[in-house]
């Protein structure tokens, strides 16, 4: 089993990697005190779910983990209240949801993480994914970022029951 860290001061480990990383505009907040839209990335242990990627800009990653293309009409629904909240919905969609197909490169790759998914607590956070950077190491909206190639290293020795733990 692999063991990935993100930390506070903007350093991601991971194996033979160590590498600079984006999280949120907000810094770090205990799940507990996570809430939708603070920009906050939560502190803990999340599991690596699934592998998306956009089929029209990259092949699959080479991973363990399960792969999926993003479509056009794919959103991750952050409506407090909603029933879908915190899940993925095609768009468009009755009630706010992010849209996955994106025209910068962030979610070109985009891993979700089991963050507030069993069970999902409504207003306790949405779509905090582990993505790839905007510009230079911009903040995230809560997520964590890794540019490109570094991505692509943790995602080649990620296997299913992996997990990223963001520390302060």
Request: aromatic residues 8%; negative net charge.
């Amino acid at each position: 089993m692999a063991e990935f860290l993100a930390q506070s001061v903007g350093r991601f480990v991971g194996g033979e990697i160590t590498t600079r990383c984006a999280l949120g505009k907000g810094g770090v907040r205990t799940a507990e005190d996570k809430i939708e839209g603070d920009g906050a990335t939560p502190l803990g242990v999340w599991p690596l779910r699934r592998v998306f990627y956009r089929p029209d800009r990259l092949d699959p990653p080479p991973t363990r983990l399960t792969t999926v293309p993003i479509e056009p009409s794919d959103g991750w629904c952050d409506a407090p209240g909603d029933p879908h909240y915190n899940r993925k919905v095609k768009l468009p969609y009755p009630a706010s949801a992010e849209r996955l197909w994106r025209e910068d490169a962030v979610y070109d790759i985009v891993v979700e993480l089991g963050y507030n998914d069993d069970p999902v607590v409504d207003r306790r956070g949405s779509a905090i994914f582990f993505h790839l950077i905007r510009g230079d190491y911009e903040p995230t909206e809560g997520c964590v970022a890794l540019a490109l190639p570094d991505m692509l290293a943790v995602l080649a020795k990620a296997a299913p029951g992996d997990a990223l733990t963001v520390t302060a």
